[in-house]
Structures are given as structure tokens and as C-alpha cells.
């Protein structure tokens, strides 16, 4: 079974680090793109970013070009989405999700629980 | 960017009844298209891929169609666990952007 574990809640201040981790198990890890998904309080869902573990090939929406970074750790099959300097507007929660492929065609078909990022000083 | 556009923004409907919801691309995107749905608190969930292909699991309720730039989520037979929010998404180029959501409740 396809599953992946999203790292817990955080609780951060204006221009702290935080890197939220996402620990996938169930398949190959290196065969599949990884994104993040971003959703605000009461909004709509927001793409991120992807990046394939096998070779850290990353994707960025322009939203979150230069502020975001994604990395992967192939020996522990886990994605992160990091940022170096926070903003109350990170506020939201972040999901990860595996992305798919089929005929070229690739939805998120596996999604994490979603990690709670709270920015506030 | 291709845009991405959902109408209604939000609709009411009773059990049974057939609820359709509409989303739109900027641009001719073929039939990369996928809808999910987002119940309340929790992660979404892939219903239809390919703009008509049913996810594995799924109930046979729901459907997809169209192409180009104009796609069609249907539900036939509304039931109250389909009380969520759904969104579609293109993945024609990234960034893979998702429309606004539909907020779907019952009358």
C-alpha cells in the first residue's frame, strides 16, 4: 500500500528555518515525481512544486521560485519542502503527493495528511 | 501559466439529483485534465484522470468528459458523502495549476 507520512504541526516565527518532511513507503521511491501542495485557511489548493528522487530534477511554481527549496534523501525514501526565512503568509497547510504517470498524463493519484505551518510572531 | 476556471463556485443539491461542474483552461490543453475531491479536514482525493478516466476505487457515479479547453465533472445521483469541495487541475506544463474549487452541499 502506497502511504505517505507527513512530519507534524510547527509553529514557527517571521524569518525562522523550517524544513516538513514527507516519508513515502509502499513503492519505489526513485520511479515517481513528488510534489508539494500548498492550501491556505479557507482556500483553494495551490501547486508548489515536484521533484524526482532519482536525480533531484525540481519543478517550481512561480509563486515559490527563490523562496522554497525541495530535496529528497533517497536512503530514507523522504521529500522535504524547506525555507530558509518564513513569512506570516507561509501560513497554510502543505501537502505532498505522489505524482503519477499514465499515457504522459500525470495527476497526484497518493497524498500525504498534510502538514499545519503556522507563521506568527 | 495556464489559468484554470471552475464554475459554479459553490452549488446546492439534494440526494439523487445529477450535479454537474464545469472548468475551463486558458489555453487547449487535449485532455490533461484531473478533478479531486477535498471532503472537510482532510487531504484531497483523485476521482478522474486523463479528463475521463475513472481513478481505481472510485464509485461509478462519477465522471468526466470533454476536452480542449472545456471539461465536465458529473455526479449521477448525489450522496452525502459527496458533500466536499472539487477542484480540477491541468498537467499539460507546469506550473500544474488547479482551478478555484467547487463547493458542492446539500439542499
Known amino acids: 500500500e502506497v502511504q505517505l507520512a507527513q512530519s507534524g504541526a510547527e509553529v514557527k516565527k517571521p524569518g525562522e528555518s523550517l524544513k516538513i518532511s514527507c516519508q513515502v513507503s509502499g513503492y519505489t521511491f526513485t520511479n515517481y515525481w513528488i510534489g508539494w501542495v500548498r492550501q491556505m485557511p479557507g482556500k483553494g489548493l495551490e501547486w508548489v512544486g515536484i521533484i524526482f528522487p532519482s536525480d533531484s530534477d525540481t519543478r517550481y511554481g512561480p509563486s515559490f521560485q527563490g523562496h522554497v527549496t525541495i530535496s529528497v534523501d533517497k536512503s530514507i525514501n523522504t521529500a522535504y519542502l524547506h525555507w530558509s526565512s518564513l513569512r506570516a503568509s507561509d501560513t497554510a497547510m502543505y501537502y505532498c503527493a505522489r505524482q503519477f504517470c499514465v499515457a504522459g498524463i500525470c495527476p497526484f493519484d497518493s497524498w500525504g495528511e498534510g502538514t499545519l505551518v503556522t507563521v506568527s510572531s | 501559466d495556464i489559468e484554470m476556471t471552475q464554475s459554479p463556485s459553490s452549488l446546492s443539491a439534494s440526494v439523487g439529483d445529477r450535479v454537474t461542474i464545469t472548468c475551463r483552461a486558458s489555453?487547449?490543453?487535449?485532455?490533461?485534465v484531473n478533478w479531486y475531491q477535498q471532503k472537510p479536514g482532510r487531504a484531497p482525493k483523485l476521482l478522474i484522470y486523463?479528463?475521463?478516466s475513472l481513478q481505481s476505487g472510485v464509485p461509478s457515479r462519477f465522471g468526466g468528459s470533454g476536452s480542449g479547453t472545456d471539461f465536465t465533472l458529473t455526479i449521477t445521483g448525489l450522496q452525502p458523502e459527496d458533500v466536499a469541495t472539487y477542484y480540477c487541475q491541468q498537467t499539460d506544463i507546469t506550473p500544474r495549476t488547479f482551478g478555484p474549487g467547487t463547493k458542492v452541499d446539500l439542499k
Open positions: 489555453r487547449d490543453i487535449t485532455t490533461y
Open positions: 486523463a479528463a475521463s
